[in-house]
């Protein structure tokens, strides 16, 4: 450490310029910045500070400014032999003209934004720097482009004829044409940690007066120096590690022979003893040593085999063998397939099992509604059954009688059918009683509901307000004064209860209320029959009912009244029926596809069925409800479905796809759906087709229809399509579906069966 402190004073004393006398280091050399000249001293801290990740290699690039050749002295003879190579040593002999001179070219690399700083002389052109930074940057050097104040550089241009001086600075930038393939990143990797210059320019005194200016071109090599020990100051803790050179070691010359060491081709032997695990030896009888026979075996030897007998016997066993495995595996086979067709005919058992409680629970449905009849479906089932009934009795009459005795049986067939007409008449009549009664009492519990939410933990909370409690107390005053059985003190009890409960508002419902009751009270004192009390009865049912649809009297019942909608709104949407004479909203008129003017409403309609059609829709409607069920969990925004009626569906099923399944002729409707022809497109009635239940689910996986089914079967489902475009295309919201079909021609070509022929005439 003092001897290079030494050397760094003595480099510090000896001013600009270093005596010729003295050998080259390092050390001692000036750098000569374009703004400033300073002690190498401080170069020399900076090269300390980068000894720990790398090294730090000089080379001499320029010559003397001088005009006149030198003669090398000892310090370069020295530098010479220290390291540079003999064509380095012969550029610093040689004299050189102005082209000749290097300048310090900075290339800027875009859009990386790295500083790349080397020497070049400045006859170099343009193309001459592509192909040295093209080795460099690993990319080919016709992609490179070069740019100067932000115009781009001819390749035939030189540094001299940019007006790059002699020992002057100049700046490029660099970018790639092709940056996706060939972009321009810096091969060097960045040490942020050194600051130390790329080129700095040394002056060298070589004579008395004679001065030579040398470019010094720092290279920063990537090796890794290895640790070589140390010690540790025991008072100051401090440690202290030997330091290694910092020239790249010499690489040896390329002799154009390919080499190879022999260390790596040589195989790594290795000798090593074995011990068997049990020692045998063999002993014979000889002079000094008997060895007693007793135990020896004779050993005769048996019948020689040759080579084909033992492949033979091998050929035999293996043949054996495969017998065995063979019928292993047939055995295995033959009982996967037995259970195979065991379970097979438990799956077809329970299925026609399945099927047939199906049927037996449909025909049960029927005859329970048959028998007690409850909604407007049910009395229309029976109507279609009578109208089938008298058209079977029709034809028995007209092929078995005639003229006198078929008038006859006509007239008491219309007698039978009067009388059954009247019974379903009775019945509709006390459905429609039932169900009054039944609507009342939902209307009251629905009154009376307290409130309830959910709160956050799950649970149901209920909670009754005054309004909620008030409503429960009317409801089971009103179910009280409707049971019948009471003894006279009983039935007197009620009456009061309920007397007292509407005394509470005077005003004229309540007056005839208490009048009514009071009356009664005055009748059961008498011992008047309850048979002669009923219509008295039923009046204070009624006005009672009425007392409690009024929101004065039941605040909770204002939530669940109809509120009458505005007459001018109203008067909007009114129609008139030819069939009742009144004028109605628009809901209780029902259209079709057929529909050209509003006709009958709803009623009117039902009417008309009942006395001369006699139709049943609920096979169409069963069909239609499934349908909007299937389709609404394919898409929840499905509208085709929603526009279709009873009868339409009527028209589609009965006379487009003749009320069988376009398989297996099946034409039981109760068996019968109607899903998607194929299923990447929205139901429609051009987009179908009519199967059982048991057909349409392996419809439902078939992936393309064109090769599932046959030529002829797929067009006769065209045809079918074709006919119900053409129908229901008179509506006009399935027109506007038709429409947006059509504006889609590729996706719906296969939908048309043919196109048409134009022909020119002359």
């Known amino acids: 450490m003092s001897e290079m402190e030494g050397e760094h004073d003595s480099a510090s004393e000896s001013g600009d310029v270093v005596e010729a006398g003295e050998s080259l280091h390092v050390e001692s050399l000036m750098v000569d910045v374009p703004t400033q000249r300073a002690n190498l001293t401080q170069t020399e801290a900076e090269l300390e500070e980068c000894t720990d990740s790398q090294e730090l290699k000089v080379e001499i690039r320029s010559l003397s400014t001088a005009g006149q050749e030198t003669q090398p002295d000892s310090a370069l003879t020295g530098l010479s032999q220290d390291g540079f190579s003999q064509h380095e040593s012969e550029i610093i002999k040689t004299s050189v003209n102005v082209g000749d001179a290097t300048a310090t070219v900075k290339i800027l690399l875009m859009p990386e934004g790295h500083m790349m700083t080397m020497a070049f002389t400045i006859g170099l052109t343009t193309q001459d720097l592509k192909i040295h930074f093209a080795s460099e940057l690993r990319v080919p050097s016709d992609i490179i482009q070069i740019t100067l104040n932000g115009q781009a550089v001819d390749d035939h241009q030189t540094l001299m004829s940019l007006g790059v001086q002699p020992h002057g600075t100049v700046q490029f930038d660099m970018s790639s044409l092709d940056p996706e393939n060939y972009p321009i990143k810096p091969v060097k990797p960045q040490h942020a940690e050194c600051s130390m210059p790329d080129v700095i320019t040394v002056r060298v005194q070589t004579d008395v007066n004679t001065f030579q200016d040398v470019v010094v071109e720092i290279e920063r090599a990537t090796l890794k120096k290895p640790f070589l020990g140390g010690y540790r100051h025991k008072a100051t803790k401090t440690e202290y590690h030997h330091a290694a050179v910092q020239t790249i070691p010499r690489r040896r010359p390329d002799r154009g022979v390919e080499m190879f060491s022999r260390d790596t081709q040589t195989v790594e032997l290795k000798s090593q003893a074995q011990q068997c695990t049990v020692n045998t030896s063999t002993q014979m009888t000889k002079i000094g040593c008997y060895v007693s026979n007793m135990k020896d075996k004779l050993i005769t030897p048996g019948t020689y085999v040759t080579a084909d007998e033992f492949h033979s016997k091998r050929l035999k066993a293996v043949i054996t063998i495969q017998t065995y495995f063979r019928r292993w595996q047939a055995m295995q086979l033959t009982a996967q397939l037995r259970l195979d067709k065991e379970l097979h005919l438990a799956w077809a058992e329970r299925e026609e099992r399945r099927k047939t409680e199906e049927k037996e629970e449909q025909i049960r449905a029927e005859y329970h509604r048959r028998m007690n009849p409850e909604k407007k479906e049910d009395f229309a089932l029976l109507y279609s059954a009578l109208e089938k009934w008298r058209q079977e009795e029709v034809a028995r009459i007209n092929a078995s009688l005639s003229e006198a005795e078929r008038k006859a049986a006509l007239c008491a067939l219309l007698e039978q059918e009067t009388q059954f007409i009247s019974s379903i008449g009775c019945h509709r009549i006390a459905a429609r009683e039932r169900n009054q009664e039944k609507a009342v009492q939902a209307f009251l519990d629905k009154c009376a509901a307290p409130k309830t939410w959910r709160a956050f933990d799950g649970i149901m909370t209920q909670m009754d307000t005054p309004q909620s409690i008030r409503a429960k107390e009317l409801r089971d005053l009103y179910s009280s004064i409707?049971?019948?059985?009471?003894?006279?003190?009983?039935?007197?009890?009620?009456?009061?209860?309920?007397?007292?409960?509407?005394?509470?508002?005077?005003?004229?419902?309540?007056?005839?209320?208490?009048?009514?009751?009071?009356?009664?009270?005055?009748?059961?004192?008498?011992?008047?029959?309850?048979?002669?009390?009923?219509?008295?009865?039923?009046?204070?049912?009624?006005?009672?009912?009425?007392?409690?649809?009024?929101?004065?009297?039941?605040?909770?019942?204002?939530?669940?009244?109809?509120?009458?909608?505005?007459?001018?709104?109203?008067?909007?949407?009114?129609?008139?029926?030819?069939?009742?004479?009144?004028?109605?909203?628009?809901?209780?008129?029902?259209?079709?596809?057929?529909?050209?003017?509003?006709?009958?409403?709803?009623?009117?309609?039902?009417?008309?069925?009942?006395?001369?059609?006699?139709?049943?829709?609920?096979?169409?409607?069963?069909?239609?409800?499934?349908?909007?069920?299937?389709?609404?969990?394919?898409?929840?925004?499905?509208?085709?479905?929603?526009?279709?009626?009873?009868?339409?569906l009527r028209y589609l099923v009965d006379v487009v796809w003749g009320a069988q399944s376009a398989l297996s002729a099946w034409n039981d409707l109760h068996d019968l759906v109607l899903v998607r022809w194929d299923r990447q497109w929205e139901w429609s009635p051009w987009n179908c087709i009519l199967l059982t239940k048991d057909e349409a689910a392996p419809h439902h996986k078939v992936e393309n229809v064109e090769k599932a089914y046959s030529v002829p079967f797929i067009r006769n489902i065209k045809h079918k399509h074709t006919l119900a475009r053409k129908y229901f295309s008179q509506i006009p919201m399935m027109a506007e579906h038709l429409h947006d079909l059509d504006s889609k021609p590729a996706a719906h070509s296969d939908l048309l069966v043919t196109k048409p022929i134009t022909m020119e005439t002359k």
Not at 560 to 575: E, F, W
Not at 628 to 639: F, I, L
Request: include cysteine.
């Open 482 to 648: 409707n049971l019948q059985y009471f003894s006279q003190e009983e039935r007197l009890d009620v009456l009061l209860t309920l007397k007292h409960t509407v005394k509470d508002h005077d005003c004229k419902l309540t007056q005839q209320i208490v009048e009514l009751i009071d009356r009664e009270a005055d009748l059961l004192r008498r011992g008047v029959k309850e048979s002669n009390l009923e219509g008295l009865r039923k009046r204070i049912s009624t006005l009672f009912l009425q007392y409690i649809k009024t929101p004065t009297f039941n605040p909770q019942v204002a939530k669940l009244l109809h509120v009458p909608q505005d007459p001018t709104q109203l008067r909007k949407n009114i129609y008139f029926c030819r069939g009742c004479s009144n004028y109605l909203p628009s809901t209780e008129f029902t259209l079709t596809t057929s529909t050209q003017v509003v006709g009958l409403c709803r009623r009117c309609s039902e009417l008309d069925n009942e006395a001369c059609r006699r139709e049943d829709f609920s096979h169409y409607r069963t069909i239609l409800k499934c349908l909007r069920k299937t389709e609404a969990e394919y898409s929840p925004d499905a509208k085709i479905t929603y526009l279709l009626q009873e009868q339409d």
